[in-house]
């Protein structure tokens, strides 16, 4: 569906990203998820693109697979990344013909096993190009719905650490809207209060497109330090990290710490009528499920209106 309509179906979308398996073992974990994660009915689920190789064909894999054979509606990430203008327009190409309704564009992380990655080489240097290159796309007809694909963009509520000039920033981030996207999905973050002020900042530079939550509960703390030098600098607020010194290193107490955090965040965003609420699964599902049953919700339907 296309993300217009799923956002105007409900006040709030819940929904839920995946990453494309590496080995066989993963991938089965990452299908028993899928199986626990459907029943909640997200309002669409994402699947990374990696930054090359054959990981990035893995993502169409996932993303065909999940629309054939479950309910759910995915949104394939796309990025700049190590691409020319005929590999994207051949990507988007055969998502149209699956019927895939939106892609997540991206400028990407470089790929780290290539250091000092020359960008110059890629047809498109910043994920607003990305956005432009979709809409020509769109407007070729070549997508089975007279809209084309609904456009996502990532937005960062502490900042991207490339551009340290946060007026600058958001400069950068109204390109991306003006260039034609339909919503943004955020980085993780863990002080509601940043994704509030990154909310005004937004309106203040007049982005009034629906704005989605990007949250990732802690459930170890090796995936703590892994998600701090991946997401490029998340503040990590002192309440959250005196609960953790508390659960010591027994691994359960930090897992319910964590989820509990976790909780509270969503609790309220709700609160504060959040556009959406992403979870960063890392493929798994109980915690998802554990913020769910806390939260008071059977599925993610439950916030949509009766008559949705
Ligand atoms: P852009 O919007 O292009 O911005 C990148 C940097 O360039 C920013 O600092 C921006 O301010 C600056 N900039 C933008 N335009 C200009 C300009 N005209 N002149 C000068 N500077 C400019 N990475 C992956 O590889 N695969 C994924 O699947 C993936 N999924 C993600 C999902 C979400 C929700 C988020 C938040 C991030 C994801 N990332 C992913 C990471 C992302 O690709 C990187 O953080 C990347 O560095 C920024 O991407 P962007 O699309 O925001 O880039």
Redesign the pocket.
């Known amino acids: 569906m296309h993300i217009s309509d799923i956002l105007a179906a409900t006040p709030t979308t819940l929904s839920f990203e995946f990453f494309p398996p590496k080995t066989a073992e993963a991938s089965e974990r990452l299908y028993d998820s899928i199986a626990q994660l459907e029943p909640y009915q997200p309002n669409f689920v994402s699947v ?4 090359g190789g054959g990981t990035r064909e893995m993502t169409h894999d996932l993303v065909v697979r999940l629309k054939q054979t479950t309910a759910l509606d995915p949104i394939p ?1 796309l ?3 190590c691409h020319q203008e005929g590999e994207i327009a051949d990507i988007l190409g055969r998502y149209a013909e699956v019927g895939v309704s939106n892609i ?6 470089p790929p780290s096993e290539r250091g000092g990655y020359d960008r110059s080489q890629d047809a498109f ?4 190009d990305l956005v432009k290159f979709i809409k020509r796309f769109n407007d070729s007809g070549a997508h089975p719905d007279r809209r084309g694909f609904g456009i996502g ?4 509520p502490e900042g ?4 340290p000039n946060r007026l ?2 958001m400069d ?2 109204k ?2 809207v003006d260039a034609g996207a339909d919503y943004i ?3 993780l973050f863990f002080d509601n209060h940043d994704f509030y002020d990154f909310r005004e900042r937004c309106d203040l530079a007049g982005i009034r497109i629906p704005i989605i939550a ?1 949250i990732m509960p802690i459930t170890t703390t090796n995936g703590m330090r892994r998600m701090a030098e991946l997401s ?1 600098g998340s503040v990590f607020p002192a309440r959250l990290l005196k609960a953790l010194q508390r659960a010591g290193t027994d691994p359960e107490a930090i897992r319910r710490v964590g989820i509990h955090y976790a909780t509270e965040q969503c609790a309220d965003l709700l609160n504060h009528k959040v556009a959406g609420i ?1 979870f960063y699964t890392l493929n798994q599902s109980s915690a998802t499920r554990e913020i769910y049953a806390s939260l008071g919700l059977k599925d993610s339907r439950a916030l949509a209106p009766a008559s949705a």
């Open positions: 990374t693109y990696g930054a990430h990025t700049c990344v997540l564009a991206l400028r990407g992380d240097q910043y994920a607003a963009v990532a937005g960062f991207h650490p490339l551009t600058v920033e950068h981030l390109a991306k999905c955020t980085q990007g490029g992403h």
